[in-house]
């Protein structure tokens, strides 16, 4: 039996542990280590299993209005914003910026890195600016990393104005590390903070766009952005902030003809220790958030006769085969994200995408120390994958046949912005005790099922 757990067939659980100069320490499949200061040149150092550095940190929150170019500050990152652990994975920065109250959350899981911004309380937008084409957009420098491998779309600004198309950068590959669509949404105020990977994002959360810019002097900034107006609704649910007292003369409200770079900030002289918190991070606000996965490719190949146990949610940016026979198992709320090319089998025995505790096909469950902490209990109800498989933002046609996919809360997901034109066929396939069997976020892309 074939146990796929973060692309390892094996490995050691993930520590936090404070450094003793006030430094957070994650370790796992990547390393990586955490400012105790969000002031900071490097927030966050993400070290890549071919021991690469990625490392940068939040700078500044602004609103761009994309039909004139104008650019207007919201907030800057405080002299001083302390993180605080949250065990036994949230590093949080609390009010952390001048201009506008929003927090900055970094999490570390095994199969993922994410970085959030908090909104806690109403941004407003400047007079002048146009809702239909304006964007608040989370500025990251990163100080550091391997050379950008970037995928592009397009993505259309919905507006009574005529503007061209953005790009959109859908996915940047950092080495073997990749940046994936990040999410907006909104959270009660009572919500303890759960992980933001796909599976518990909630539904109707808005897509953030992500471009990887270089700016004149030449430093590499991340800008992630969400339409204003897709925004709106939500903004108006937050509790209206004190614009007026700002408490801090570096905060340029001038609004300028062109975004306006923030600066850099100075390495740490000074570390303080990290706080641990006593009780849960309630994270209630408006949340925009990017994530960094591994891209695993491995394996290439799901094998005829063989099993295979999905325990994390797996990813891919190479081409994956599908052999007869293969069987594929989800524990629950995992899912295989693709953003590569697939293969399947003309003829012969379908291959399979199923729950964990589906015992009618391949290989059973079971419990083994250190790799599968619990086995099947033959009810496959209660362990449905996320999405069984998950066409993300490809370029590359697919065609998917001779296929079974059981037990999903959505058996197959494309994904894609307007203006990407790709051809995708379904056929010699079904869907069986699934909520949702196709979701297709194809705007512009054929979708055929030959039954």
């Known amino acids: ?68 170019g104008r650019s207007h500050i919201l907030g800057t990152v405080k002299d001083n914003a302390p993180g605080k652990l949250f065990p036994p994975n949230l590093v949080v920065y609390a009010d952390a910026f001048d201009g506008l109250m929003a927090d900055v959350v970094l999490e ?3 199969q993922h890195f994410t970085h959030d911004v908090v909104l806690r309380e109403r941004p407003k937008l400047p007079e002048g600016f146009d809702p239909q084409t304006s964007r608040l957009e989370i500025i ?17 600004i919905k507006s009574d104005k005529p503007i061209k198309p953005v790009p ?5 590959k950092l080495d073997s590390l990749s940046m994936i669509m990040g999410k907006a949404f909104l959270t009660n105020n009572s919500d303890r903070w759960i992980a933001t990977d796909p599976g518990s994002i909630p539904e109707g959360a808005s897509s953030v766009l992500k471009q990887w810019l270089v700016a004149d002097d030449g430093r590499d900034f991340l800008v992630e952005s969400i339409s204003w107006q897709d925004a709106e609704d939500d903004f108006k649910k937050l509790p209206e902030g004190d614009q007026a007292n700002i408490g801090k003369a570096k905060l340029n409200h001038q609004i300028t003809a062109t975004r306006t770079w923030p600066e850099s900030a100075e390495k740490l002289k000074k570390r303080h220790p990290v706080q641990i918190a006593q009780t849960a991070y309630e994270g209630g606000g408006f949340v925009l958030d990017f994530i960094v996965i591994p891209d695993q490719e491995f394996p290439t190949v799901f094998e005829s006769g063989k099993t295979y146990l999905i325990q994390d949610s797996f990813y891919s940016g190479g081409h994956l085969s599908f052999q007869p026979g293969a069987v594929i198992k989800y524990s629950h709320d995992t899912y295989l994200l693709v953003y590569g090319s697939v293969s399947f089998p003309e003829c012969g025995t379908p291959v399979i995408f199923t729950s964990k505790d589906d015992d009618a096909f391949g290989e059973t469950i079971t419990a083994i120390d250190g790799m599968v902490a619990e086995g099947s209990d033959g009810e496959p109800s209660d362990q449905m994958a996320y999405v069984s498989l998950w066409l993300y933002y490809s370029y590359y046609n697919s065609y998917i046949q001779n296929a079974l996919f059981r037990w999903a809360q959505k058996g197959i997901q ?30 512009d892309s054929d979708l055929v099922w030959i039954m």
């Open 108 to 110: 570390w899981r095994q």
């Open 414 to 443: 494309y994904d894609s912005n307007p203006g990407t034109l790709t051809a995708h066929m379904i056929s010699n396939s079904k869907i069986e005790s699934s909520l949702i069997g196709i979701e297709n976020n194809l705007p």
């Open 1 to 68: 039996m074939h146990y796929l757990e973060d692309g390892q067939w094996k490995e050691s659980e993930n520590i936090v542990e404070p450094f003793p100069d006030g430094a957070i320490s994650r370790r796992g499949p990547n390393q990586a280590i955490f400012s105790p200061n969000l002031n900071a040149e490097s927030v966050f150092d993400i070290q890549t299993p071919d021991k690469k550095r990625i490392r940068g940190g939040v700078r500044a929150i602004l609103v761009t209005d994309f039909s004139t």
């Open 140 to 156: 990251t420098e990163i100080v550091d990393s391997p050379i950008p491998e970037i995928k592009e779309q397009p993505l259309e």
């Open 168 to 172: 959109d950068h859908v996915l940047i």
